[in-house]
């Protein structure tokens, strides 16, 4: 681990976005941040990050456990990406795939999105948006294809971020294409769809949205293919447009991906077929993500 220990600051500050992260039903069950703080720390103000895993590892009490775990994991995501470390994707897996494997699934907000993977947010701080940090595990499977419209994945899947986005590829083979648009182009064949969401669902990754024409037609052109592997990583600028995937079938491919304010904002927009005047957006919530992660261990 590249990040030695975690001080009561930042488990502080954590506490909150990493909670939000879990269903609602966890909040009826894991302890207060006080309490977390007096059981990890005692009369330290800082603690090693074995420690801390050592501590996850011996408590009864598998909801604090799960919590440590994603702590730990999430803390190391967050300095190797502001400290241009190598994250060891692999030890962060491990973190990661406990504090979901020790809590009944139900606990876990696992979803799968407009891009055709699985999404699991493990940390959602949303104080302003230059203060944004949204970190989620993505995982693509040949198995998710029967929960959502491919035509509707494919139709619907190049589009920009507001936000400066980092992808580490964890196993397989991740594809990134990258795009560029001419709104004043005679040949159009794409227009610009602005997603609208169901406000009345407000949990992290868990809402229905739909994606609608906004009759600005574009001609798009792709300017790079990337291919990246284990251990590798991939990086979108605010505003770019970019398509992703993965060419590793019948294997899974798993990533952590991360949204972050810090590095300037931008505008997020989708590009879809301009003969398509709304569409609803694939958006099949509570798939417990179990199998997939023990396919990924075998594949480690």
């Excluded at 895993?53 to 604090?64: E, H, M, R």
């Amino acid at each position: 681990m590249q990040s030695q220990y975690i001080d009561k600051d930042t488990l502080i500050d954590f506490y909150g976005p990493i909670v939000k992260s879990y269903s609602i039903d966890y909040l009826g069950k894991i302890s207060s941040v006080e309490d977390i703080n007096s059981l990890l720390f005692v009369d330290e103000n800082k603690r090693d990050i074995g420690e801390l895993i050592n501590i996850a590892d011996d408590l009864s009490d598998k909801y604090i456990s799960s919590f440590v775990y994603r702590l730990v994991g999430v803390n190391e995501i967050i300095f190797c990406r502001e400290t241009d470390n190598i994250l060891d994707v692999i030890e962060v897996w491990k973190l990661i795939s406990k504090s979901i494997r020790v809590i009944p699934s139900e606990l876990t907000i696992s979803s799968i999105g407009s891009q055709g993977f699985l999404s699991i947010p493990l940390f959602k701080k949303e104080a302003s948006l230059e203060s944004f940090d949204f970190i989620r595990l993505h995982i693509w499977d040949d198995s998710l294809d029967e929960y959502m419209d491919l035509q509707k994945c494919l139709d619907f899947s190049i589009h920009s971020h507001t936000f400066f986005a980092k992808s580490w590829i964890i196993t397989g083979k991740v594809k990134n294409d990258r795009y560029h648009y001419d709104s004043n182009s005679k040949n159009s064949t794409h227009s610009f769809f602005e997603v609208q969401y169901n406000k009345s669902l407000n949990e992290v990754n868990q809402h229905s949205s739909k994606a609608v024409n906004k009759n600005i037609n574009a001609k798009l052109t792709k300017i790079s293919e990337e291919v990246h592997f284990d251990g590798g990583y991939y990086e979108i600028k605010p505003s770019r447009l970019h398509q992703s995937g993965h060419l590793n079938s019948p294997n899974a491919s798993a990533t952590f991906f991360s949204f972050t304010g810090k590095d300037g904002l931008g505008e997020s927009f989708v590009i879809g077929p301009k003969d398509i005047e709304e569409s609803e957006i694939n958006r099949k919530m509570n798939i417990s993500p179990i199998y997939l992660l023990d396919k990924i261990e075998k594949q480690l």
